[in-house]
């Protein structure tokens, strides 16, 4: 078992697998142009294979696939199979914005994906577009219906309650949830670089509160970060990765403050 300072169970590891994403939402990405990691500064699925062993061995239990966008990530259903081939993982999940899930669901699910998270902000169509950057909200809503009929399920639509967010937007949403069989997930809209500064006009339920928070973060290029809103993290030794978990898991603070030096495309949220 992996306990941390505060005696918080750490069983949970979220592993980002790219930074990039075919979408670009104005609460994830600049508005500057970003350069992306080359494909040599991004871990191979063997080097998250590797670490995932050894994590579960020490007492992670869960992985969630995050990006960026997980599914831009070429063979991304290999990694899956990998990882739920491992002893003492009891569950995969990933994070997507569901634009390539048409296609992708079903080979997911024979893999060994166990459910999904679907990322969607609004349900309307102009409004998705332009927290999306020009995404299409008729290709996500597929992307839902591909994920319900594959059985990657219970899934849970993430919605960032924005600045502009009405209670009519969240109603809506309820309401598209309950027809499809779905659990709303509303999310704080929040910066990184203080989690102070936290919209609190609707009962949210993410971004965690500190005091049960029971996960690591291992970022696209190999860096474990043990807590969303601090600087703290740990390049992943790789011939020494037990004791880069430890190490992560000593660092991680009892309350996070703030991340200023990745983006949260960076991190995998």
Same mark, same amino acid.
């Given at each position: 078992?992996? #306990?941390? *300072?505060? +005696?918080?169970? $750490? &069983?949970? @590891?979220?592993?980002?697998v790219?930074? !990039?994403?075919?979408?670009?939402?104005?609460?994830?990405?600049?508005?500057?142009?970003?350069?992306?990691?080359?494909?040599?500064?991004?871990?191979?699925?063997?080097?998250?294979?590797?670490?995932?062993?050894?994590?579960?061995?020490?007492?992670i239990?869960?992985?969630r696939?995050?990006?960026?966008?997980?599914?831009?990530?070429?063979?991304?259903?290999?990694?899956?199979?990998?990882?739920?081939?491992?002893?003492?993982?009891?569950?995969?999940?990933?994070?997507?914005?569901g634009?390539?899930?048409?296609?992708?669901?079903?080979?997911?699910?024979?893999?060994? #994906?166990? *459910?999904? +998270?679907?990322? $969607? &902000?609004? @349900?309307?169509?102009?409004?998705?577009? !332009?927290?999306?950057?020009?995404?299409?909200?008729?290709?996500?809503?597929?992307?839902?219906?591909?994920?319900?009929?594959?059985?990657?399920?219970?899934?849970?639509?993430?919605?960032?309650?924005?600045?502009?967010?009405?209670?009519?937007?969240?109603?809506?949403?309820?309401?598209?949830?309950?027809?499809?069989?779905?659990?709303?997930?509303?999310?704080?809209?929040?910066s990184?670089?203080?989690?102070?500064?936290?919209?609190?006009?609707?009962?949210?339920?993410?971004?965690?509160?500190?005091?049960?928070?029971?996960?690591?973060?291992?970022?696209?290029?190999?860096?474990?970060?043990?807590?969303?809103?601090? &600087?703290n993290?740990?390049?992943?030794?790789?011939?020494?990765?037990?004791?880069?978990?430890?190490?992560?898991?000593?660092?991680?603070?009892?309350?996070?403050?703030?991340?200023?030096?990745?983006?949260?495309?960076?991190?995998?949220?």
């Amino acid at each position: 078992m992996l #306990l941390d *300072r505060f +005696n918080r169970k $750490i &069983d949970y @590891l979220r592993i980002s697998v790219t930074d !990039r994403c075919n979408y670009r939402c104005t609460y994830c990405m600049p508005d500057s142009v970003f350069v992306h990691k080359s494909h040599s500064d991004i871990i191979s699925y063997e080097q998250i294979e590797s670490l995932t062993k050894v994590a579960a061995k020490m007492g992670i239990t869960k992985i969630r696939l995050t990006g960026g966008e997980p599914l831009v990530r070429k063979n991304i259903a290999q990694l899956v199979a990998k990882l739920t081939a491992i002893d003492g993982i009891d569950e995969v999940c990933m994070t997507t914005n569901g634009s390539l899930l048409v296609d992708m669901a079903v080979k997911l699910k024979q893999n060994g #994906l166990g *459910r999904v +998270n679907i990322s $969607i &902000d609004s @349900l309307d169509a102009d409004r998705y577009r !332009r927290v999306t950057r020009g995404g299409d909200l008729c290709k996500a809503v597929a992307g839902v219906d591909a994920a319900i009929k594959a059985g990657l399920t219970p899934i849970k639509i993430n919605m960032v309650i924005l600045d502009d967010t009405t209670e009519t937007d969240i109603e809506t949403m309820k309401t598209f949830c309950e027809q499809k069989g779905l659990q709303l997930q509303k999310i704080m809209q929040f910066s990184l670089y203080d989690r102070a500064d936290l919209d609190r006009r609707f009962q949210t339920e993410r971004p965690p509160k500190c005091n049960c928070c029971n996960r690591l973060r291992l970022t696209a290029d190999g860096f474990l970060k043990p807590c969303l809103f601090s &600087d703290n993290e740990i390049k992943v030794n790789f011939d020494n990765i037990r004791r880069s978990i430890f190490e992560a898991v000593v660092k991680k603070p009892e309350n996070g403050s703030s991340c200023r030096n990745r983006l949260m495309n960076q991190i995998g949220g």
